[in-house]
């Protein structure tokens, strides 16, 4: 199956530091590196090391960041043919901090990722394309890829991210109706629903006929919820070293094996938490990503 993603193209900068700061707070970073990432980027990174073939859309700045970011994905055997290259406008970054506990907070700078439009969403952007998964895009960008994809009669796939924060909840919930598949944390579910992602929350939501939601919880473990049943998967317990790009890591396996005909979706869920466990033992989003032959193995040995 041929998947595309859509969405961001970053140089990450991360950061450590001892703890996470505070208003008026001021931390110390003891070391930091630059490397590629962007939610899109990390999924398909992710899709590709699994065994997919993934192609991506986005924009770059025409600069040595923006050749550093395609450079890694053509090294992961990404399909970068449909990416833009933006001659005036840089390349997209985030800095992250990452406290000693591994949790992290993040500021972005959108960049040559905020000219992505809903007139580049066109039939031969999906010409060959199965299905296409959506990360951390506009509400205009989300609403159309999910209109195009219903056109074409393929599956649809978005994780919500930063950009659709404090989107209004009626929106949000139009956007979440349109797509096949959709992933969600407890804050993105929280401002969708407007309520806490508990199991009797899940019974109050009203899905189309196959649609999946993902709600993951980080180590509370993720849920899967479908109008004729409800799944919790548990999460790993692993020795955390950095949590940036879990969901993305979460979101590439559960895509994956849902693309390679596997019914089951307890099934799907656990090895897609498997490969979200992984990735948070290792430092940064894209090194992170497990190979199949990683996650066949953790499983066998049970961690």
């Not at 530091?17 to 630059?34: F, G, H």
């Not at 056109?151 to 930063?162: A, C, M, P, Q, R």
């Not at 869920?269 to 498997?274: S, V």
Request: aromatic share 8%; proline share 5%; with cysteine.
């Amino acid at each position: 199956m041929m998947i595309l993603a859509i969405g961001n193209i970053n140089i990450d900068l991360i950061c450590s530091v001892p703890r996470l700061p505070k208003p008026d707070d001021k931390v110390i970073v003891s070391n930091y590196t630059r490397v590629p990432g962007g939610g899109a980027c990390n999924f398909a990174v992710g899709l590709a090391r699994l065994g997919s073939t993934v192609s991506l859309f986005g924009h770059v700045g025409k600069d040595q960041e923006g050749r550093r970011a395609i450079d890694s994905l053509i090294s992961e055997n990404v399909d970068v043919s449909k990416v833009i290259h933006e001659l005036e406008i840089p390349t997209g970054f985030v800095i992250i901090l990452v406290d000693e506990q591994g949790e992290s907070v993040k500021i972005g700078c959108r960049e040559a990722n905020a000219c992505l439009s809903p007139t580049e969403i066109t039939n031969e952007l999906f010409e060959g394309i199965e299905l296409v998964h959506v990360s951390s895009v506009s509400v205009p960008i989300a609403l159309q890829v999910a209109k195009k994809a219903k056109e074409l009669s393929i599956i649809s796939s978005i994780d919500f991210g930063g950009e659709l924060m404090g989107t209004k909840k009626e929106i949000l919930t139009k956007i979440i109706n349109q797509y096949s598949i959709v992933f969600l944390n407890s804050l993105s579910f929280r401002q969708a629903f407007g309520m806490p992602p508990t199991p009797p929350n899940f019974q109050k939501i009203n899905l189309e006929k196959d649609q999946i939601l993902n709600v993951t919880l980080g180590n509370q473990g993720s849920y899967i919820i479908t109008p004729k049943k409800n799944y919790f998967i548990p999460s790993w317990k692993v020795d955390v070293v950095d949590t940036t790009g879990a969901g993305d890591a979460y979101a590439a396996g559960f895509i994956h094996y849902y693309s390679t005909g596997i019914k089951d979706l307890e099934e799907i869920g656990h090895k897609a938490a498997t490969c979200a466990a992984i990735q948070i033992t290792r430092s940064s989003a894209r090194k992170g990503m497990p190979t199949k032959f990683e996650v066949e193995k953790f499983i066998e040995k049970g961690y």
